[in-house]
């Protein structure tokens, strides 16, 4: 399916919950030892006062400071498999919408990439103790012959993933969306078991393999960590049992569809028997 350029992009902020979609993109990132190709310039679409630059210390101890922005990177891996990669990671701009996404589509466009990749994270009522569940949505129709992929019927406020994509599926250009559902209760730090189902899903649907470091034994800390906070808080312990259970529901044989399927297949078939005498 995706044999031609591929660009994975994930931004900081509304579409990054515990910041699963940007640390995924970075892992993808430094697994082919990416470099910065483009950027846009922050003066234009950051609000410093909201996203502020930062500021450190240099080899030789000066004081450097990075700004705000959204890069472009290729990657130099030398396998030819994974050469045909970039990625576009930054913060989600503030301001100028429409002149950030035209940018970004230009971009694209200039190094005749095929598809385009978003990652994201989100809110959601699910358990940190079970497999972080991926949603993967597509509008294109080639890309939505892939196992799992479905239309979104989406309606509502969106960032600025859902903009640009939207934008480039009108330039031609295919998208596919990623989403890991977060636990909410602990969303307010980063989630390596988010980020780790999100570049596990990559690779399913690339077919490749990615270096994950150490990301699967912090994915373990990070649900152990959980567990002890838990043990000692009563009304939270509650809580994600509720969610365990509303989910082991779900995820049950007999909530799946093809159980469905064939409860309505004895259904149809008992409407069509003549009545007993």
């Given at each position: 399916?995706?044999?031609?350029?591929?660009?994975?992009?994930?931004?900081?902020?509304?579409?990054?919950?515990?910041?699963?979609?940007?640390?995924?993109?970075?892992?993808?990132?430094?697994?082919?030892?990416?470099?910065?190709v483009?950027?846009?310039?922050?003066?234009?679409?950051?609000?410093?006062?909201?996203?502020?630059?930062?500021?450190?210390?240099?080899?030789?101890?000066?004081?450097e400071?990075?700004?705000?922005?959204?890069?472009?990177?290729?990657?130099?891996?030398?396998?030819?498999?994974?050469?045909?990669?970039?990625?576009?990671?930054?913060t989600?701009?503030?301001r100028?919408?429409?002149?950030?996404?035209?940018?970004?589509?230009?971009?694209?466009?200039?190094?005749?990439?095929?598809?385009?990749?978003f990652?994201?994270?989100?809110?959601a009522?699910?358990?940190?103790?079970?497999?972080?569940?991926?949603?993967?949505?597509?509008?294109n129709?080639?890309?939505?012959?892939?196992?799992?992929?479905?239309?979104s019927?989406?309606?509502?406020?969106?960032?600025?993933?859902?903009?640009?994509?939207?934008a480039?599926?009108?330039?031609?250009?295919?998208?596919i969306?990623?989403?890991?559902?977060?636990?909410?209760?602990?969303?307010?730090?980063?989630?390596?078991?988010?980020t780790?189902?999100?570049?596990?899903?990559?690779?399913?649907?690339?077919?490749?393999?990615?270096?994950?470091?150490?990301?699967?034994?912090?994915?373990?800390?990070?649900?152990?960590?959980i567990?002890?906070?838990?043990?000692?808080?009563?009304?939270?312990?509650?809580?994600?049992?509720?969610?365990?259970?509303?989910?082991?529901?779900?995820?049950?044989?007999?909530?799946?569809?093809?159980?469905?399927?064939?409860?309505?297949?004895?259904?149809?078939?008992?409407?069509?028997?003549?009545?007993?005498?």
């Amino acid at each position: 399916m995706f044999q031609g350029r591929v660009l994975i992009c994930a931004f900081e902020g509304w579409n990054d919950a515990a910041e699963s979609a940007s640390s995924a993109a970075n892992i993808v990132s430094e697994s082919l030892s990416c470099e910065v190709v483009a950027e846009v310039d922050p003066e234009d679409y950051y609000d410093f006062q909201f996203t502020r630059p930062t500021v450190a210390l240099s080899e030789d101890g000066h004081r450097e400071l990075t700004w705000p922005t959204t890069s472009l990177l290729a990657s130099t891996d030398p396998d030819p498999k994974l050469s045909r990669f970039s990625l576009l990671i930054g913060t989600e701009p503030a301001r100028r919408w429409k002149s950030f996404v035209a940018e970004i589509v230009e971009m694209i466009e200039d190094r005749e990439i095929e598809t385009v990749i978003f990652l994201g994270g989100m809110l959601a009522d699910t358990p940190h103790t079970r497999p972080i569940a991926v949603t993967a949505t597509s509008q294109n129709t080639e890309v939505r012959k892939i196992d799992g992929v479905e239309k979104s019927s989406y309606e509502g406020p969106v960032g600025i993933v859902s903009t640009l994509g939207i934008a480039l599926e009108e330039a031609g250009i295919a998208t596919i969306a990623l989403w890991a559902a977060v636990p909410h209760y602990v969303h307010t730090s980063p989630s390596p078991k988010a980020t780790l189902a999100l570049v596990a899903e990559l690779e399913r649907i690339l077919e490749v393999s990615f270096s994950h470091g150490d990301l699967a034994d912090q994915a373990f800390a990070w649900e152990r960590g959980i567990d002890e906070i838990a043990e000692n808080d009563e009304e939270m312990a509650g809580y994600i049992e509720q969610l365990e259970a509303s989910r082991d529901e779900v995820d049950s044989e007999a909530a799946s569809g093809e159980a469905i399927a064939r409860e309505l297949e004895k259904f149809l078939e008992s409407e069509q028997r003549p009545p007993e005498a």
